[in-house]
């Protein structure tokens, strides 16, 4: 047996080193280029042992690496991103949002857990490896994004312009966490997305509720009618087409499902409800890792003044499972929203571009095995759950259709850290936690009985 890595620094130390990189506003909807730059510099600086460089996209730039001393072993592409959410409302949080706190067992700061921390974690590791055994033990590229979080808008482009360098035989993810803290997981399923606004135009402008008021239609009222008519009174979606190729939900498939604790009075008094609700005829956990969604997500129109609006927006997002095309979802839920009969006002709706269609990976993939192994030495005694990430992630798709490679994701986040929220944290067990698996994956899949065997591509293997 091969001795394992040494991760010298104290806690304190690694928390020391990390705090520069959250210390980086990288919000990627509305920071200035140069402080995206400052963060995608901030890793290629980390990736200096494999030539790590920032590379201009049509957008925020990506960073990329490649340490390729390995010939005979698999190839492997690191996928993360430094970009992060907004804030939200300052006065939720804890401590200012990009300065990393320690706060008893976890550290807090935007970005913590959702990117930066996973992508660190996996810096590390390869440091280590180099630093104390000379090599890694497999070749190794490495791509960051900062447009994750709006979409990875540009990511297509650069990877279809580039998908010879980027070639490899599995991309691992950083991003994208683990269930809950209370078992190791895997995420073999990601749910897709589409968005789109529905826009109610009435008057040419906004008009005096007292001059103007029962006199003409209101946009609001209008709008609210329009969105209520997206589903039943039971939560089910009421728009034709909308589960048009979902296979039906097998009888072992739900048992499988009804076999994994989960709580459901637990799990509404965490939300502070009193009651759950959804599409009927579904347990809490099928209509999360199984169903489709559609949610709206925003009103915008009017204030508290007495003013008939001129216009009201809604936003709609839906989450999207195995089966559903993206661009029939869109297009059913636009025939349904132009078909309301709503009288003096007019309805436009605009989807967004960029869906994203479900991505799975087979829970008898290698990379699974191999990283249901590497999670069983770290936590021994705890069972590891396959599970599903009811959010999206751009890019697994994309990975499989260019570069004809699975995702396997393999954060050490935690869908419980606020990720998106104010006081955003990640536990700091996690760290080390992270690093020792994320060691005895890269040793699994480059020998012995999880060995990835590397693809052939044009009589070449990578």
Not at 13 to 28: C, F, G, K, Q, R
Not at 345 to 374: K, L, M, N, Q, W
Request: glycine share 10%.
């Amino acid at each position: 047996m091969v001795d394992m890595l040494s991760f010298d620094p104290t806690d304190a130390e690694y928390i020391d080193e990390l705090t520069d990189y959250v210390a980086v506003p990288s919000v990627s909807r509305d920071a200035t280029p140069e402080t995206m730059r400052s963060a995608a510099e901030w890793l290629a600086a980390q990736l200096s042992f494999a030539d790590g460089r920032v590379v201009p996209t049509e957008g925020h730039p990506v960073v990329r690496g490649d340490w390729l001393g390995a010939p005979d072993a698999p190839t492997i592409l690191v996928y993360g991103h430094y970009d992060v959410q907004p804030t939200g409302d300052l006065a939720e949080w804890r401590i200012p949002p990009f300065e990393l706190t320690v706060d008893g067992d976890v550290i807090r700061g935007r970005g913590v857990t959702d990117d930066k921390g996973p992508v660190f974690i996996v810096l590390k590791v390869a440091q280590a490896f180099l630093a104390q055994e000379g090599a890694l033990p497999l070749n190794v590229k490495f791509l960051f994004e900062g447009e994750e979080e709006i979409g990875s808008p540009h990511l297509p482009a650069y990877l279809r312009e580039h998908a010879d360098e980027l070639a490899a035989d599995l991309v691992i993810s950083a991003d994208g966490a683990m269930w809950r803290p209370t078992e190791p997981s895997l995420s073999i399923a990601s749910k897709g997305l589409v968005t789109l606004d529905v826009e109610v135009t009435g008057a040419n402008g906004d008009l005096h509720s007292g001059r103007f008021g029962g006199t003409v239609a209101n946009p609001v009222h209008a709008l609210g009618e329009i969105l209520a008519s997206l589903h039943t009174a039971d939560g089910r979606v009421a728009v034709d087409g909308f589960y048009d190729g979902i296979p039906e939900l097998t009888e072992e498939r739900r048992a499988a499902i009804a076999a994994v604790p989960f709580d459901d009075d637990g799990y509404r008094a965490g939300l502070g409800l009193d009651e759950l609700f959804g599409e009927a005829g579904y347990s809490t956990l099928e209509r999360l890792w199984e169903r489709p969604t559609l949610e709206i997500n925003g009103v915008r129109a009017g204030g508290k003044y007495t003013v008939i609006p001129h216009v009201a927006t809604g936003h709609v997002s839906c989450r999207l499972v195995p089966g559903q095309r993206p661009e029939r979802v869109l297009q059913a839920i636009t025939d349904h929203l132009l078909a309301q009969k709503v009288s003096g006002v007019r309805v436009t709706v605009r989807p967004d571009e960029g869906g994203v269609p479900a991505y799975t990976i087979p829970a008898d993939h290698p990379a699974i095995r191999a990283a249901s192994a590497a999670l069983a030495d770290v936590y021994p005694g705890q069972e590891v759950l396959l599970a599903v990430i009811a959010g999206t992630l751009p890019a697994t798709a994309l990975f499989e259709e260019v570069l004809s490679a699975k995702t396997l994701f393999f954060s050490f986040s935690t869908a419980d850290e606020n990720l998106h929220a104010p006081n955003e944290f990640m536990r700091i067990s996690r760290l080390r936690e992270g690093m020792r698996a994320w060691e005895t994956l890269w040793r699994l899949l480059a020998d012995g009985p999880h060995r990835l065997a590397p693809v052939v591509r044009d009589g070449v293997a990578s």
